[in-house]
């Protein structure tokens, strides 16, 4: 087995059994806490997988502001020693889940596998070259240069919505 089969196979594990560490735990906290172990080696397989940017994002966004988000809010919930109370959505709960996997199973196994195996491979064209190459440089640039209003703005959005969330949870 190579070394970067032991990699990713490591990270994998870490990434399944964070999530459930996620899942199974009544402890919401600590539950948050796993979910940005997750949430870093999802990262970690990006990295891997040569997806820099995505690696990036997803470190910053969901690792960083996400989870910090999470934390805080959980922070300033009451009894977060209890953990989530069992209610009447227990059966939903198990039956959305199970449907989505029986359908994901379906699609799986009928689709015809054979035909992305018979497609040229990269290297053929100029239009292949250009779509495989590392464009974490034109994304940057699109998002500083041509698409910096919306990103400032959704900033801005985003910070003014946990200054909403803060002064409708302080205590008056």
């Given at each position: 087995?190579?070394?970067?089969?032991l990699i990713f196979w490591a990270l994998a594990a870490v990434a399944v059994v964070g999530a459930l560490?996620?899942?199974?735990?009544?402890?919401?906290?600590?539950?948050?806490?796993?979910?940005?172990?997750?949430?870093?080696?999802?990262?970690?397989?990006?990295?891997?997988?040569?997806?820099?940017?995505?690696?990036?994002?997803?470190?910053?966004?969901?690792?960083?502001?996400?989870?910090?988000?999470?934390?805080?809010?959980?922070?300033?919930?009451?009894?977060?020693?209890?953990?989530?109370?069992?209610?009447?959505?227990?059966?939903?709960?198990?039956?959305?889940?199970?449907?989505?996997?029986?359908?994901?199973?379906?699609?799986?196994?009928?689709?015809?596998?054979?035909?992305?195996?018979?497609?040229?491979?990269?290297?053929?064209?100029?239009?292949?070259?250009?779509?495989?190459?590392?464009?974490?440089?034109?994304?940057?640039?699109?998002?500083?240069?041509?698409?910096?209003?919306?990103?400032?703005?959704?900033?801005?959005?985003?910070?003014?919505?946990?200054?909403?969330?803060?002064?409708?949870?302080?205590?008056?």
């Amino acid at each position: 087995m190579l070394f970067q089969d032991l990699i990713f196979w490591a990270l994998a594990a870490v990434a399944v059994v964070g999530a459930l560490g996620v899942v199974l735990l009544r402890d919401v906290f600590r539950s948050a806490l796993l979910l940005v172990l997750v949430f870093l080696t999802v990262a970690g397989l990006f990295f891997f997988l040569a997806a820099e940017f995505l690696g990036i994002v997803q470190v910053l966004i969901y690792a960083g502001a996400i989870s910090i988000l999470i934390i805080f809010a959980i922070m300033l919930t009451q009894n977060v020693q209890e953990g989530n109370l069992p209610n009447g959505l227990q059966f939903a709960a198990v039956l959305l889940p199970a449907l989505l996997l029986v359908a994901l199973a379906f699609v799986a196994f009928d689709t015809d596998w054979r035909l992305i195996a018979d497609l040229p491979a990269v290297g053929g064209t100029a239009v292949e070259d250009a779509a495989f190459r590392d464009n974490t440089f034109t994304l940057s640039k699109l998002l500083l240069e041509n698409y910096a209003l919306a990103f400032g703005a959704a900033g801005t959005l985003l910070l003014a919505s946990i200054i909403g969330a803060l002064s409708l949870v302080r205590e008056r």
